[in-house]
């Protein structure tokens, strides 16, 4: 029977079923947990329609894949590629952008599907204007399957510690030498968390005096080949990089003082989809 059809696994058919009639499901795609990819000009919802005749207990009887592709309206893009505006309080306004790039690190990624194993170059900055030189950091970045972090969030850690890579001492990650100190790029390989569905990159982002560098104000990434963490503005310092085995505190009560009036941003990149390069169906809709 039509009512036992769902798409998505979560959404009943939209009018009551009656023989030699259509199955009519009349939703939003999120209603329907939709996943949504970017693939050049084309935005592409993908789902399935499932019969289960039978209880839960029991695999679906018959599965047929949906997709519903529109051609992408001239000047759109995804709101994880468009550069984000934040807004610090305590020391004035300040501009932060954070995106994926691409492949070349010459602009801009073009797609949020991410192939398994390949690389996500996250790309962070501040707009300087007329303040003093600014040093942009990343203190905290977790993956999660929301746009918003919950207490029962699963999330995938990836900076903590005050600044602390850990992606790069239990997977492959690093971050790039920097162009200029009002921007960094975390260069890391995809992972299997969240594989399949999206990803966002939620992160803590704070800007501080390029010269004030300490435990507290970091940015360490470990060196496999040399079995240590290396301070990324400044290796002959990297011993401030030593607490990221531990515990990495504030030295002085007045740094805890400047560090509660310093500015931060707390940004979410996504939705990224990691897929598997074997799915060819998604990598090429």
């Known amino acids: 029977m039509a009512d036992q059809c769902r798409a998505g696994a979560v959404c009943n058919p939209s009018l009551p079923w009656k023989l030699h009639v259509d199955v009519l499901f009349n939703y939003r795609f999120t209603k329907c947990k ?7 000009k084309r935005l592409i919802y993908s789902n ?3 019969y289960r005749p039978y209880d839960k207990s029991k695999p679906a009887a018959f599965v047929y894949p949906i997709q519903c ?6 000047g759109w893009n995804s709101p994880f590629l468009n550069p984000g505006e934040g807004f610090s309080d305590g020391r004035g306004s300040l501009v932060f952008h954070m995106a994926l790039l691409n492949e070349q690190l010459t602009g801009i990624a073009m797609t949020n599907v991410i192939p398994l194993g390949s690389f996500l170059p996250i790309w962070a ?8 030189p600014l040093l942009l950091l990343m203190e905290e970045c977790v993956a999660a399957t929301t746009p918003e972090l919950q207490p029962e969030s699963q999330v995938y850690p990836i900076i903590s510690n005050k600044g602390c890579l850990l992606e790069s001492l239990n997977g492959n990650a690093v971050f790039l030498p920097r162009y200029d100190s009002s921007a960094i790029v975390l260069y890391m390989q995809s992972f299997k968390f969240g594989l399949g569905d999206e990803v966002y990159i939620h992160c803590k982002l704070a800007v501080w005096d390029p010269e004030g560098l300490d435990e507290s104000k970091k940015a360490c990434h470990y060196v496999k080949e040399d079995g240590r963490w290396d301070l990324l503005d400044d290796p002959s310092q990297s011993s401030l990089c030593s607490c990221c085995d531990s515990t990495c505190e504030s030295r002085s009560k007045r740094e805890a003082r400047w560090e509660s009036n310093s500015l931060r941003h707390n940004y979410v990149l996504g939705p990224l989809i990691i897929v598997d390069p074997s799915d060819s169906e998604t990598l090429n809709p």
């Open 34 to 40: 939709f996943k949504k990819l970017i693939k050049g």
């Open 48 to 50: 399935e329609l499932t």
């Open 69 to 74: 592709v529109y051609i992408r309206p001239e």
């Open 125 to 132: 900055s501040v707009e300087q204007a007329s303040h003093q």
